[in-house]
Nanobody, 124 residues
């Protein structure tokens, strides 16, 4: 059974930091590109960041570039998102997703597997 389980969300003040984790099982984690996608209140889901299967290349949406860092640990089947300098507009549910692809893909509708999400609230 494929499972992706996010953790690490919570309430944080503007300017603060959070580190999200995603534990994967039931599929070949090391051959999938992994991404973070978020959905803010009243908005559709939006792509945040992708890391390639080997962890060599990373990609970020402009609205998080320089503040968020994606990483992965393939032996541990784990994905991470370090979020710094958080803003209220970063509030939302954050999902990790897996994509079996040979080329980086930010089309979230085509991702293969999804976790249930973890809530992040940035508020004073």
């Amino acid at each position: 059974e494929v499972q992706l389980v996010e953790s690490g969300g919570g309430l944080v003040q503007p300017g603060g930091s959070l580190r999200l984790s995603c534990a994967a099982s039931g599929f070949g984690f090391g051959i999938y590109d992994m991404s973070w996608v978020r959905q803010s209140p009243g908005k559709g889901p939006e792509w945040v960041s992708t890391i390639d299967s080997g962890g060599r290349s990373t990609y970020y949406a402009d609205y998080v570039k320089g503040r968020f860092t994606i990483s992965r640990d393939n032996p541990k089947n784990a994905l991470y998102l370090q979020m710094d300098s958080l803003k209220p507009e970063d509030t939302g549910v954050y999902y990790c997703a897996a994509d079996r692809t040979i080329k980086v893909n930010t089309n979230i509708s085509s991702y293969d597997y999804w976790g249930p999400g973890t809530q992040v609230i940035v508020s004073s």
